[in-house]
């Protein structure tokens, strides 16, 4: 039904268990399959590399109770796209599909401490480790990594002891810079960038 209210989403198919997923992507042209870890026939993480291998341009959205960091990390380390969580706001569900048009990641506010400081040499920035494409200022920089904790912009600004029109500022600069244009996008390039959600 929620999916029913997002512009330009259509429902194309639903299944019960692994085998109709794997039968309906065969038969429909499918560019997003949210999918339940906990259906039966799926078999947890290997049916998403099976997906993934199957079906390379499709986007993966897992949709689980599952809150183990592991089981986010061995998600997306499988190939899903992005994780959400059954007991998240509804409105993460719109996100994360906004994402995936865009062609980006998304992990529920709840689980994305699990994906926090991956891989990262100790001391070094997301920033400096993964690259950004524009030039940031310091203060850009310092926005950008508090945005993953879903904390609003009025809060960044108490937090960095500026005022409220100074972050919404630093903010309007950031998705400038980025070429973003929703909160949404901003949270998942930040998230991309492994920026810390805990």
Known sequence: ???????????????????????????????????????PGVGGFQFVRNIRTSWRGLKILIMTANLEPRSVRAA???????????SGDARELMAAVEAMRLDQPY?????RF?????????GQSALSTLGSPAELTR??????????HGITTRDIAERLGISPLTARKHRENLMRKLDLHSGAELTAYAIRLGLSAG
Not at 114 to 122: K, N
């Open 114 to 122: 699990a994906i926090d400081q991956r891989d990262r040499p100790a």
């Open 76 to 86: 997306i380390d499988a190939g899903a796209d992005g994780y959400l969580t059954k």
């Open 139 to 148: 203060r850009e920089q310092q926005m950008l990594a508090l945005i993953p």
């Open 1 to 39: 039904m929620l999916l029913s209210t997002i512009e330009g989403i259509a429902v194309v198919g639903e299944a019960a268990d692994g085998d109709t997923v794997e039968r309906l992507l065969k038969e429909i042209k499918t560019d997003l399959l949210i999918l339940d870890l906990g259906m």
């Open 107 to 111: 992990v529920a506010e709840e689980v």
